[in-house]
Structure formats: structure tokens, C-alpha cells
């Protein structure tokens, strides 16, 4: 028996997110399905975030346990052919890539053992929208103050109830307290980047924070009244959920001595 | 009674093509259903390329003419957030775009009164394939001898009885003979683009010329057997069809004084 982690990235756009679901094309169903052929049994793995639909992944993480010949390293080959395979255009190249596999201790699950994650939010701030980026960002036509978002962004760093930007419908009674590490947000041009990691995000977390953020660049709300919001714990005193295509999961943190076999 | 002539733009990845099509979503389809809701009247429209599933364009055109209200330099704006309500995003932009409306004389044809297009295909030329890049290029992860390219397309650069680059089953007993005006191959870091104009192509032509020309580039073929594939008038010893998503309708060419009202 081996645990094996395995390090994915992915473009959310035709998927109906990560988690497995019946008659539905999710990254998890793609992976497991791949991983029962190669591994020649039915495989179950535990992802490190549950991507919402449209939402894309650099550094995706899921471990799973098996009793299977293929040796570890020669996984993500074998998989990404299989995955390729079932690309739906021919000369392209596949939405999802296992990118790196290694053995873990038994003990060791991709989700639990995480000690944070970083998340990126693109945001094309230009007139003329880019048909061909429209997948992968938040089109905003009017100007937006970028400074201000970063200024304003430095309230949710720290430890804070963050009740106030977790999707409402949530599970009632959740610990809503989390870490915020960083929180960045930087212009090259037309892209603004949200650069955000802490030790955990609540649901939608990151996108409502970013559709605060964007309210204050546009001048639709101060930056003060981060801090106020942040304190009312009232989902209704953030701002709107910014779109799933904008959204990246950049980094996936561990600990390496909890990885060492 | 208007003729107005409409420039569109357009992603293909999500289209079954230009063409209308029962029961399929096609650009020419998205684009009938909006102008029809806007002249409050059945809209056809005669397009000027009929692009494949996933074939894109920067510059395709099409004519219609109806008795409307609606005034010509309004359609674009008005059709474009109709286009955008039809997109299953929201925050994000629509895939199809119309970026122009002119009258013209109603005995001008989108199609017909075409001297030429230019047409560009775009290669990807990096080991790492870009999964978010997928359905924009046509991703060769071998090294591309792109000057060999160059050079051996400039046998095609004139006119000449292109049936060596027709997609095998096409219609039998069309003129085949075209005049190809300019054919470059230029390298920018891993980007590798084809442009070509003339006055016509065959079906699947472009597509056929890119395979053949990237055999070349991967040394599989010499640059003068090119030369003797299109004296061969044989499909069988031209290279493979390129994949469509790397395939741009970059520009239409029209006389100018045929458009003046």
C-alpha cells in the first residue's frame, strides 16, 4: 500500500469544479478516473480545495492510497496521456495536468496536513473587453484605483472572524475565524492582480473579498469600511462575489518534514 | 430597404463553426437570432468565410438587408448586449462581437464583392504545453525550423491549381486554381505565425498549407518537395490537416468603391 500526492493544475472553465459528481465533468471524476485505470482499481482521491465551477488551479493537491504496480514517478505521464486522450480536440492539449506525484507517509492527507494556501484574482481593468481572455479573468471596463484596494486590503490581514465574507447558506456554525498571512494587490498594465494566502478560506471567501476590493477601487465604498464590515460579521455589509474565472489557487502549503516517508 | 454590412469578431471554441446549423450553436446563428430580435423581423445574413468549429476571427463580415428602424450605427452596441446576455458567464464577456455596421449599395455581398482575405495560424513552439492557450493555438512542443518554413511557403506565394491542398471529399469539379499574394513565417519567443492572403481558398486549404509547412519545419519533408506537391495536384502528398483552433480569419479586403453608397 502507498499513499501518493499528486500536484495538478487545471483550467476550470468546462469543468463543474473540483468534487466528484454523478453525470457531471469535474476535475476530481477526471483524475479518479485516470488513476482507476492506471492503478488498475477503483481510486478515491482527497483534494486540497473544492474549486468551484470556472475556477482554475495552478498548484492543486489530492493524495490518495492504493496497493498498485506503477511505480510513483511514472504516474503523471501516464495519467496525462489518458487525460489527453480525452480532450475533445485533436492537436490541442489537455485542461488538467497531473504535474508531480511523490510518496507520502500513510498518515499524511493532501487536505489536513495543509498549512495554508494562496489564492490569485486577475482582473482585466480595460475598456474593450478580450474575447479570448474570457475565462480566465474579471473584465472591468471603468478605472479602478488599485492603491486604494491594496490599502484597504490590509485590513483582512490577520487573525479575523471572517463571517462577513463567506457565502451566505453556508453551514451555520462553522468556525468562521481564519488567518489571513498577505494580502497584495498590484497593477502591470491592464491586469490587476489579488494575491491572498492564510491558513484556511471560507466558502467563496476570496471572491467576496475581491468584490469588496473592487468596490472600494471604484469608489463605491471607502476603505475604512473594510474594517467595519469585517467587525458587523454581516455578509449583506460585503461586497458583490467577483466571478469564478478570475479566480486561481496558486499554492498549496506543507510542511515538509510531515511529507518526509 | 437597408444593405448593411457587419464586421465581426469572434472566439470559434464554443461554436459548431460560422455556418447556421438546426439544434447548433454557430456564429452565424448567434448573429441571425440577435439582428432579428432588434429589426423585429427574420434576419438571414450572407457571411463572408464560413469558418469551421473552432476557427476564430478578427475580421469576418457579413450583409443583410431588411426594412428596419433601428439606426445602422446603432446595431453594434445594441446586438453586442444582447450577444452578452447569451453568454453563461456572468462578469465575463461575450465570445462573439460585432465591432462594425455600414450601409452599403443593395447590391453589395459580403461574400461576393470579397477580393481576398488574409487569414494568420498561430503554433505554439514550447515543450511545456499551456492548457490555458488551448483553443488558440496549435501546440508543437518539437523544435520548428521556421525559416525552412518561410522559404518553402514562397513556392506557393502566386497562382496556381492548389487541388494538393483541398480537403479530400470536397466538392469535385470546383476551380481549384487561387492566387496566393504573400505567405510569411515569423517567430516571436515560442510564437510561430503563418499569414497569408489571397483571393480565395479552397476548403481546408489553410489548414492543409500550416501541416504541410510544419512537416517542413520538423525536417520530415524537404522545402522543394513542396514545389512538386502542388504540381502533383495530389491531397494524399500534401501533410496533415493543422487542428482548427490555431486558424484566424484575420482580414477581409473589399474595393472601396463598391461600399460607397
Redesign the interface.
Known sequence: MKNVLLTI???GTNFSGWQRQPERRTVQGEVERVLSILCKQEIQVNGTSRTDA?V?AFDQHCSFVGDFGIPVDRIPVAANALLLAGSY?????????IVGAREVPMEFHARFNSQGKRYIYKIRNAKE????L???C??IPKPLDHEAMHRAGQYIVGEHDFMCFMAAGSQVGEDTIRTVYDLEVTREGDWITLSISGNGFLYNMVRIITGTLVEVGLGQRTEDSVAETIASRDRAKAGHT?????LYLAKVFYDENEMKL
Open positions: 493544475q487545471y483550467d470556472g482554475h480536440r485533436p492537436g490541442s492539449v489537455s485542461d488538467v495536468r473587453p478580450d474575447m479570448f474570457r475565462n480566465q474579471y473584465q467577483a466571478p469564478p474565472q478570475g
